[in-house]
C-alpha cells in the first residue's frame, strides 16, 4: 500500500514537471533590443512597459562596451539596451550590434532578436546620422525596426513626420510619453499623462515572430486585456483536450488523468501573468486552493477535492463526461484569467504573489457559486446564446445546486 501510494506520489510529480516544463517551452523568450542616447528615455520606457520596474530591479550583464542585457527572475524577456550613439565614434557602436545580432542567431528563435526600438527625444527635435546608420543596419539585418519618439508632450505632428521622412526603413513611428508630465505653460501648469504605451505594446507584438507574441505579452504589463485573451484561448485548447479524454465517460478514480491539463492551464495562464511556473508556486496554489493545507500533493486527493470545488461536477455520478470535463476546465480557467486580471489593475500591474492569488481565487470562487444560483432564472433566455458545452454545463451545475442546498440543511 505504501509503495503504491509512493509511486503513485513520485509519478504525478513527475507529471507535473512535465506540464510545467511543456509550459515554460511553449511560452518562448522574445529580446529586444532599445538603443538611443544617454537620457533619451530608454530606462523609463522599459519600466514604464514591463512588467516588476524591468530596468530599474532587472540583472544587468554588459555584452558590448554600449550593451547591457537586462533580464528578470519569471519574466520572459531579455533587454539588450544599447547607448553611445551621442558619441563621435557612433560607428564602433553600431558594428558592435551587428555583430551581437550575427552572434545571437542561433538555432534557437528564443536568442534572436525579435524588435528593436530606436528612440529619439521629442525636446531634441534631432535626427543624428548615428541613428540613421543604426535604423538601417537594423533593418538590412532583418530586424523589425520602431522609432519611438520619446519624451512626447508636444501635440505637434511636425517632428513625427521629418522622423517617418528620413527613417524610412522604420515600421513605424509612434510618440511615447512613459510618465506622468507636468509642464509649465504661460504661467499655467498642464499635466500630460503617459501616452502612446499601448500603441508600442500593440505594434511590438504585431512584429515579433509568432513563437514570441506569448512570451511579449506575458512581460508587458501596459494591455491587460491581451493577457486575458491569450489566456482564453489557453482555456479553450485545456477544455478541448480534457473532453478528449472524458469522450469515453471515465470512472470518477481516473479523473486524475485530467489534472495535468488542469495543472498545465493554471501555469500557462499563471505565465502569462508574469507568475512564476514552478513546482513550488504550483504546490502552493494547487495544495491550499484545493485541501486548504499545504500538503503533498497525490493525485487522488487533488483529483477528489479539486472536482469537489468545482461547479458542474456531481460527484455522486460516479463518473467523468466530455462535457463535464471540458466545462470544469473552462469554468476553472475563467475564474482563475478573472482573479488574475483583476489583482493585476487593482496592483497597478504589479504581479500578485501566491497568497494574494489564493485569496482572491477562494473569493471569487464563493461569489461565482452564489451567482450561479442566482442565474437560475435567467437561464432559459441566456442559453440561447450559449454553446452546447456551457449549456450541459448548466444543467450539471443544477444538480450540484441540489445537492449542495441539501447540505446546507
Ligand atoms: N517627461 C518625460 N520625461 C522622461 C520620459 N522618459 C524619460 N524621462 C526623463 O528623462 C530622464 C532620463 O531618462 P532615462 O530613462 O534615465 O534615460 P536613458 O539614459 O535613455 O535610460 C529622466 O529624468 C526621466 O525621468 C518621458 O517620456 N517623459
Ligand atoms: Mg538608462
Known amino acids: 500500500m505504501e509503495g503504491e501510494n509512493n509511486m503513485e506520489q513520485l509519478n504525478f510529480q513527475n507529471e507535473i514537471e512535465t506540464v510545467l516544463r511543456q509550459a515554460r517551452k511553449e511560452r518562448g523568450h522574445v529580446n529586444i533590443l532599445i538603443a538611443g542616447r544617454t537620457g533619451v528615455g530608454k530606462s523609463t520606457l522599459i519600466n514604464s512597459v514591463f512588467q516588476g520596474d524591468f ?40 558594428q558592435e550590434l551587428k555583430d551581437l545580432i550575427k552572434k545571437l542567431s542561433t538555432n534557437d528563435p528564443n536568442d534572436h532578436i525579435h524588435a528593436a526600438w530606436v528612440c529619439i527625444a521629442e525636446p531634441s527635435a534631432r535626427i543624428e546620422v548615428a541613428e540613421q546608420d543604426l535604423v538601417k543596419m537594423l533593418s538590412k539585418e532583418g530586424i523589425p525596426v520602431i522609432v519611438v519618439i520619446t519624451k512626447a508632450t508636444s501635440y505637434n505632428k511636425d517632428f513625427k513626420r521629418k522622423v517617418e521622412d528620413i527613417l524610412q526603413e522604420a515600421r513605424k513611428v509612434i510618440c511615447v510619453n512613459s510618465i506622468e508630465t507636468r509642464i509649465e505653460n504661460n504661467d499655467e501648469e498642464i499635466v500630460i499623462k503617459p501616452k502612446g504605451l499601448d500603441k508600442l505594446v500593440e505594434v511590438t507584438s504585431q512584429v515579433v515572430p509568432d513563437g514570441q507574441k506569448s512570451a511579449f505579452i506575458a512581460s508587458q504589463k501596459v494591455d491587460i486585456e491581451k493577457k486575458k485573451s491569450e489566456s482564453l484561448r489557453i482555456v479553450g485548447r ?100 478573472t482573479v488574475l486580471a483583476t489583482l493585476f489593475i487593482k496592483n ?43 449549456e450541459s454545463e448548466s444543467k450539471h451545475e443544477e444538480h450540484d445546486q441540489e445537492s449542495e442546498s441539501e447540505q446546507d440543511k
Open 348 to 390: 497597478n500591474g504589479v504581479p500578485p504573489t501566491g497568497e494574494e492569488v489564493l485569496k482572491a481565487f477562494k473569493e471569487q470562487y464563493e461569489k461565482s457559486k452564489s451567482e450561479s444560483k442566482h442565474e437560475e432564472h435567467d437561464q432559459e433566455s441566456e442559453s440561447k446564446h450559449e454553446e452546447h458545452d456551457q
Open 55 to 94: 530596468a530599474e530591479t532587472g540583472q544587468g550583464k554588459p555584452v558590448t562596451t554600449g550593451t547591457t542585457k537586462i533580464t528578470k527572475e519569471n519574466i520572459p524577456l531579455s533587454i539588450y539596451d544599447t547607448r553611445g550613439l551621442e558619441m563621435k565614434d557612433y560607428k564602433e557602436t553600431v
Open 238 to 337: 485545456a477544455a478541448a483536450l480534457a473532453a478528449g479524454i472524458g469522450a469515453v465517460p471515465i470512472p470518477f478514480s481516473d479523473a486524475v488523468s485530467i489534472v495535468p491539463i488542469q495543472i498545465g492551464m493554471i501555469a500557462k495562464i499563471s505565465a502569462i501573468f508574469g507568475l512564476p511556473i514552478n513546482i513550488a508556486f504550483m504546490h502552493t496554489m494547487l495544495a491550499s486552493t484545493i485541501t486548504g493545507s499545504v500538503g503533498t500533493i497525490t493525485g487522488k486527493a487533488i483529483v477528489s477535492n479539486f472536482l469537489k470545488i468545482l461547479p458542474g461536477f456531481n460527484i455522486s455520478a460516479g463518473v467523468v463526461h466530455a462535457a463535464v470535463a471540458s466545462g470544469i476546465t473552462t469554468t476553472f480557467g475563467q475564474a482563475y484569467i
